[in-house]
């Protein structure tokens, strides 16, 4: 499993799905605030974690990130589609 450099805190657990290698997840608001706290302005945190984070594709291994969501939350984002 590979890890995201810097994210360590923002751990939440392990993902796995059939015929893929097992991953780590990270809580990736978690993942912003750590970048907030390291000196970076909200806007600036989003921007650098959609290209340099979420944009980072380094095979099977490749971590994700989830945004946390109620049921609610996805069943709206399932019919806005």
Not at 10 to 20: F, K, N, P, Q
Not at 50 to 71: C, D, Q, R
Request: net charge negative; aromatic share 12%; hydrophobic share 40%.
């Amino acid at each position: 499993m590979l890890l995201a450099d810097g994210f360590g805190d923002a751990i939440i657990g392990g993902g796995e799905r059939s015929g893929s290698d097992n991953i780590v997840v990270y809580d990736a608001d978690h993942c912003l605030k750590i970048l907030v706290m390291d000196g970076m302005t909200y806007d600036e945190a989003q921007e650098y974690f959609s290209f340099n984070t979420l944009g980072a594709y380094v095979g099977e291994g490749t971590p994700m990130f989830v945004w946390k969501m109620t049921e609610q939350e996805v069943h709206e984002a399932a019919s806005s589609k």
